[in-house]
């Protein structure tokens, strides 16, 4: 099954994530040149590996197991 998930904030992101748990290829779909606005809900934020600041834990939880590409 293969899933586009349009969602933010937390009852899409969550629903698409079980759906993904659950063994669907999830794409998530994302704003051009900002991505979603989640990514930079925090703290936390998790760190990249140059030390700079990464995406937010919530928008890594929420969005797990997804594929994502900016439309």
Do not use: H
Request: charged share 25%.
């Amino acid at each position: 099954m293969r899933v586009l998930d349009l969602s933010r904030v937390l009852a899409g992101p969550w629903a698409t994530q079980m759906l993904a748990d659950l063994g669907a290829e999830v794409i998530k779909i994302e704003r051009p040149g900002v991505g979603d606005d989640t990514r930079a809900w925090g703290p936390p934020f998790t760190t990249r590996a140059d030390g700079s600041k990464g995406d937010a834990a919530y928008f890594l939880c929420a969005n797990r197991g997804k594929k994502s590409v900016e439309l």
